[in-house]
């Protein structure tokens, strides 16, 4: 798993640099990054009668995902800068069931070894105002989330599988620190959104350093909170992810 990660990183940033030969006016910047996140799980999910707890009826604990984003910025006035984010979220579990349980119809009796995958595919476009560009710089925007899962359920019998797509918009910010002539910098990254007693809140906070030739690398720690209520077939769900993460990014 985590050679794979580490290979697909290395494609993407491989694939940006080239756009930077394209690139000679200096008015506009180029941004890029793609690392591992090591993900814990905990949290609860309901599409029926039961109400299922992630680590204590699935099973579900640690996994690795994949992070991938690229921004471009511009000088020009009025206009946002554009910034495009990807995340995959994929866990599997396996639990004997010490309770029986409901699940989009289905009922899964105690006693029976259950399987589940949880799947998250996360596509933002965020559109932002570099409002102070200093040693200490601050990104306000907004965020259009394109959130298409599923939670499928699985036994020697039965079987259950409840979907969701959703688009959700948030608020963006983001803050930046630069170190002076050492290339190190700190930063932080928040997006979220509360609306009809649906949540979903993401936060990073990170180190990095830059080289003089633009590459980089930053690593720190991102939790993410997800609540829903009544997304297609899922009636209601906490999920709390967080955990360690390293990423090779790029700048021009």
């Known amino acids: 798993m985590g050679k794979l990660i580490c290979g697909r990183v290395i494609i993407f940033i491989l694939a940006v640099l080239p756009l930077s030969a394209a690139q000679s006016d ?8 793609a690392g591992a996140w090591q993900q ?19 099973g579900l604990g640690n996994d690795n995902s994949m992070v991938l984003y690229a921004a471009m910025e511009h000088g020009l006035p009025l206009l946002p800068n554009v910034r495009g984010q990807f995340l995959k979220l994929d866990v599997q579990g396996n639990n004997i069931l010490s309770r029986t349980i409901d699940f989009n119809g289905e009922t899964f009796s105690a006693t029976e070894p259950l399987g589940t995958i949880i799947d998250l595919t996360q596509r933002d476009a965020v559109l932002y105002y570099q409002v102070i560009d200093q040693a200490v710089s601050f990104d306000f925007g907004m965020v259009v989330s394109l959130m298409k899962g599923s939670v499928e359920m699985a036994s020697q019998a039965e079987r259950s599988e409840a979907k969701f797509n959703e688009v959700v918009p948030m608020l963006f910010m983001k803050m930046r620190a630069d170190i002076p002539r050492t290339g190190f910098w700190l930063g932080a990254q928040a997006q979220g959104v509360t609306y009809d007693g649906n949540k979903v809140a993401e ?13 980089g690398f930053e690593a720190g720690y991102r939790a993410v909170q997800i609540e829903f209520n009544n997304f297609d077939d899922i009636d209601h769900a906490e999920i709390d992810v967080q955990g360690p993460y390293a990423a090779i990014n790029y700048h021009f």
């Open 26 to 33: 200096t008015l506009f910047g180029l941004y890029a990054g």
């Open 40 to 58: 814990d799980y905990s949290g609860v999910v309901d599409s029926g009668t039961s109400m299922v707890d992630l680590e204590d009826d699935l």
């Open 203 to 215: 936060f990073d906070a990170q180190i990095g350093w830059e080289s003089k030739a633009g590459i």
